[in-house]
């Protein structure tokens, strides 16, 4: 029950307000659909920070590996000179792997090359941002959902004469709402099938508070009106006998 809640919750947020915005990558290994932004914050010409959005259109192509045999599954989406590219691990052993645990996959890396060409940015050129870690982990043969999520890839860097020197301040946050990201033929049928976010999954816990909390005001309400009507029956009985 706490799934179909989830569900619901999630369709009707996917549904709302989306329109032409999702985007659809496929490869024979993958699937990603979903609105993915990314908002690119640098350092200003007056060394104060600022910001804009690239939001990733139906336009751009997708380029992808899947033969395990020679790496790891990747996704490279690229669109405007921009690339992101995304690193796969599956491990399909019955003991961990890296950060993935047992039939389970996720992403190991996210990396996304860009320009700054902004008039106001303090150093124009090509950066790189990228993030490390254990995102949208999901047991195999099921789907990972997500209404709204973001991933911070704060480790940015430019080239300087073939060495790479970091860019302090700056950072690329990685945007995603109404996200689905299924790994080889999976196919999500049911809500049975998707493997929620942690933002998701709060309505696990909120659902049955919400209807823990109503339940126990009835019985507070049913509990005074008893009473406040029996008080009521003793006090006319009362006069009676007198």
Not at 35 to 44: E, H, K, Q, R
Not at 80 to 91: A, M, S
Not at 135 to 161: A, W
Not at 176 to 186: F, K, Q, R, Y
């Amino acid at each position: 029950m706490n799934k179909l809640y989830i569900f619901c919750a999630v369709a009707i947020l996917v549904s709302v307000g989306l329109g032409d915005d999702v985007t659809t990558f496929s490869s024979e290994c993958f699937n990603i659909t979903g609105v993915i932004s990314l908002n690119i914050t640098y350092n200003g010409a007056d060394e104060k920070l600022d910001s804009y959005v690239v939001t990733v259109t139906k336009a751009a192509t997708l380029e992808s590996n899947c033969n395990e045999t020679i790496g790891k599954p990747w996704a490279k989406i690229s669109e405007g000179g921009n690339d992101l590219t995304i690193l796969f691990d599956i491990n399909r052993n019955s003991t961990k792997l890296a950060s993935v645990e047992p039939k389970h996959w996720g992403v190991s890396k996210i990396t996304y090359d860009y320009t700054i060409s902004k008039a106001d940015v303090h150093d124009m050129g090509k950066r790189q941002a990228t993030a490390v870690g254990s995102f949208f982990v999901t047991p195999i043969n099921s789907t990972y959902s997500c209404s709204k999520q973001s991933v911070k890839l704060e480790n940015v860097t430019m080239s300087d004469n073939g060495t790479d020197i970091k860019v302090a301040g700056e950072f690329v946050s990685l945007d995603e709402s109404a996200l689905t990201i299924s790994i080889g033929n999976t196919s999500a049928k049911t809500e049975y099938d998707y493997h929620y976010c942690k933002n998701d999954q709060k309505v696990k816990d909120i659902v049955p508070i919400a209807v823990g909390v109503a339940l126990a005001a009835l019985v507070v309400i049913v509990l005074v009106a008893y009473l406040i009507g029996r008080r009521r029956t003793v006090a006319a009985g009362g006069y009676e006998r007198v």
